[in-house]
């Protein structure tokens, strides 16, 4: 499939936007870096613990920071997914993994005074394991005069448990669980009495990475990024000639770097999630590089008469379908990601999304302006001796 037929764009006559374009958003980027600190890492890299907590209506950010601020010694993090969203991101740092368990019970103990009934006697249904159930409903059921061994009891309680989770693990009345295999009006009555759906759940009750495990993390994120761009350039260098290896390398570090900067400009969190989508655009851009760099040199052989410039800008109109179609598609399946995939795949999306475009640009309007000065410099070496 064709998209453009013997097109003669003057692409590398138009460089000079696009490089200003880039100088702006890198400096940006560092700037922002540099006045906050550097990136904003994730819990994975910096240590800490991270508990999702969803809510019936849509939850109060700052009194939910208010009152866990009050708690912890050190400030947490709080911040919903998305606008309207009901579930809350709770986040706290600890020196160990001590401190870190008592902050998440903290938390815990926090959202049920807060959220929850604290005056109540009763069983909170949404916070609940399944054993913590059966052990409530165990007695109350024999006085009630419902024969179940405990067994039957465990499996009950599974059941509610289950058709707890298929609501998104937030039950709004225990009318809810009417429906569910073993819960009879004489059960479910038993429930009623013995337990009460409070208005939150903490979905994740807590992932918790130590400070050590955070910074090597860190590390080797930094050591696999450093290390795919060496070979990269080692292999152009050894496949066409060492400037090429040097663009192509200089092309991917501005495309690394700028989405990175973007991610500290709007203050996003980076995570291993993003780790992956970083050096998944460093494949992606090296690639898109390669092939131009190659159809150049197939164009050098071809017509030794013709300049750099030229056999530049005809290489890039020849490929300019397969980039077109290429970074077309990759872009509209990560931009639905983007806005369909959720508060999970956001990090992830988003440097995909900003690389893509960056990194397609970034190896005609960058990598190939560098080949040229280096000849024209190079040239202009030889004819002076």
């Given amino acids: 499939m064709e998209l453009f037929k013997n097109t003669n764009f003057d692409f590398l006559g138009k460089k000079w936007p696009f490089i200003i374009a880039s100088l702006i958003l890198t400096v ?42 009050k708690k912890l010694s050190n400030p947490p993090t709080v911040q919903t997914f998305e606008s309207g969203s009901n579930e809350v991101e709770i986040g706290t740092e600890g020196a160990d993994n001590e401190a870190l368990s008592k902050n998440r019970q903290i938390i815990l103990d926090t959202l049920a005074a807060t959220f929850g009934d604290p005056s109540s006697t009763k069983l909170d249904v949404n916070n609940a394991s399944s054993g913590q159930l059966a052990a409530r409903l165990r007695d109350p059921l024999q006085r009630a005069g419902v024969a179940l061994s405990d067994p039957q009891v465990g499996e009950l309680a599974a059941a509610v448990m289950a058709a707890r989770d298929q609501k998104g ?10 429906g569910v295999k073993g819960v009879t009006p004489q059960v479910l009555s038993v429930i009623k009495q013995e337990c009460y759906p409070a208005q939150y759940t903490a979905a994740r009750a807590g992932e918790i990475v130590g400070p050590k495990v955070g910074a090597d993390l860190r590390s080797q994120a930094i050591n696999a990024t450093l ?7 080692v292999y152009i260098g050894f496949r066409f000639e060492w400037i090429y290896g040097l663009g192509a390398v200089i092309a991917v570090f501005h495309d690394t770097i700028i989405t990175i900067g973007l991610f500290s400009l709007f203050d996003k969190e980076i995570s291993l999630t993003v780790v992956a989508a970083l050096l998944t655009l460093v494949g992606y851009s090296m690639n898109d590089t390669i092939v131009i ?9 071809a017509n030794r008469k013709e300049t750099l410039t030229d056999v530049i800008n005809r290489s890039v109109n020849q490929t300019l379908g397969r980039t077109v179609m290429t970074s077309g598609l990759t872009f509209l399946t990560v931009l639905a990601l983007f806005l369909y995939g959720g508060p999970v795949l956001h990090g992830f999306s988003f440097a995909l999304v900003v690389g893509i475009l960056i990194g397609t640009y970034s190896s005609v309007f960058v990598a190939s302006p560098i080949v040229v000065f280096w000849h024209g410099f190079a040239d202009k070496r030889r004819k002076q001796r």
Avoid: C, H, W
């Avoid at 290390?227 to 350039?233: I, K, P, R, S």
């Avoid at 760099?293 to 052989?301: A, G, P, S, V």
């Fill in 293 to 301: 760099f190659d159809r150049i040199r197939e164009n050098l052989r």
């Fill in 169 to 178: 693990g937030l039950l709004k009345s225990l009318d809810e669980v009417s």
């Fill in 28 to 69: 940006a980027g560092l700037a922002s870096l540099a006045v906050k600190g550097g990136p904003r890492y994730g819990i994975e890299f910096k240590g800490g613990m991270v508990m999702t907590a969803k809510f019936q209506n849509t939850p109060d950010v700052e009194k939910i920071r208010a009152v866990l601020s």
């Fill in 227 to 233: 290390l795919a761009l060496a070979g990269m350039m």
